[in-house]
C-alpha cells in the first residue's frame, strides 16, 4: 500500500506536494528517457526546438497510437511554419516517418529505434498489431515532456535537451531522494554524460538564474547545484510535476 508524502520544495515559497511514492518513480523513468533520448538522437541533438517539434509527433504515434497531420504540428509547436516543415522533411528523408495523403506515421525503422530507447530507460509498453508496433502504459510518459519542455520553449530560455535532463535529474533527486542538491559528478554519472559535456549545459542554466550553485563546506573545489525556486518557469515545471505524478 503507498503512502501519501507531503513535500515542499526547499528554501522557497512553493506549495506543499501531496504525492504517492510509486507514483514519483515514474519521474527517474523519465529522466532515464531524456538521457537515452540526449544520446540517441540521430539529427539536431542538441536543439530543444527540434526535438520539442519531434516529441509531439512521437507522443501521437507511440502514446495514442494515431497518425499526425503536418499542420496540426505545425499549430502545436507555435513555430515558424517553415522551420518546423524542415524539421519534418528531414525525418521523412531519414526514414523516421512516412507520409501518406498529408498524415505522418511512424517507419519501422523508428518504431525500432523506439523500442530500444524504452526499453533501455525502463520505460513499460506493448506490442500493438496495428502500424505503430507499440503503445507506452501505463502513464503519460511523452505527453509530460512536451508539457515540460514547452515551458523552456515559452520561456526562451533553454536551447537544449540536455539542459531539461540536467533539471529532471534535480527534480528526481528532490523528490525520490529528498536530497536539496547534486554535486557536478552525481549529475554526470547519472546522466552519463562527461563532466565537460555537462558544463556546456550548466552555465547557461546558472545565467538564466534557473540554477544556484553553492560550495562545499569541506572543499571549496565542489560545486553543489539546484533548482532556483523563484525563477517563473522552475515554479511552473514544479506544478506540472504536481499535476501529472501527484494524487
Known amino acids: 500500500m503507498n503512502t501519501a508524502v507531503n513535500i515542499r520544495h526547499p528554501d522557497s515559497d512553493l506549495p506543499d506536494c501531496q504525492y504517492t511514492p510509486m507514483k514519483m ?18 539529427t539536431s541533438r542538441t536543439s530543444l526546438r527540434s526535438f520539442f ?35 519534418i522533411n528531414r525525418s521523412i528523408k531519414a526514414n523516421r516517418y512516412r507520409l501518406i495523403d498529408d498524415q505522418l506515421y511512424p517507419t519501422q525503422p523508428l518504431i525500432k ?7 533501455d530507460s525502463q520505460i513499460p509498453f506493448t506490442e500493438t498489431s496495428n502500424g505503430y508496433g507499440i503503445k507506452l502504459t501505463p502513464f503519460r510518459i511523452h505527453e509530460f515532456v512536451t508539457a515540460y519542455c514547452a515551458i523552456s520553449m515559452a520561456e526562451k530560455n533553454q536551447a537544449t535537451l540536455l539542459q531539461q ?10 523528490f525520490l531522494f529528498k536530497k536539496k542538491t547534486l554535486i557536478t559528478g552525481q549529475i554526470a554519472q547519472r546522466l552519463q554524460v562527461s563532466k565537460s559535456t ?3 549545459a550548466l ?17 571549496n573545489r565542489i560545486t553543489h547545484w539546484r533548482l532556483n525556486p523563484k525563477d517563473n518557469s522552475i515554479k511552473e515545471k514544479y506544478a506540472t510535476i504536481k499535476r501529472f505524478f501527484v494524487e
Open 198 to 200: 555537462l558544463s556546456t
Open 165 to 174: 535532463a540536467v533539471e529532471l535529474a534535480l527534480w528526481e533527486a528532490f
Open 25 to 42: 518513480k515514474q519521474l527517474a523513468l523519465i529522466t532515464n528517457l531524456a538521457s537515452q533520448l540526449y544520446f540517441r538522437q540521430t
Open 53 to 87: 517539434i519531434k516529441e509531439i509527433i512521437i507522443e501521437n504515434f507511440f502514446q495514442h497510437n494515431i497518425p499526425c497531420h503536418s499542420q496540426w504540428v505545425i499549430d502545436q509547436a507555435g513555430e515558424d511554419p517553415n522551420f518546423v516543415k524542415r524539421n
Open 203 to 219: 552555465g547557461p542554466l546558472i545565467e538564466q538564474q534557473l540554477l544556484t550553485t553553492r560550495s562545499d563546506s569541506c572543499d
Open 113 to 119: 529505434h523506439l523500442k530500444s530507447i524504452y526499453r
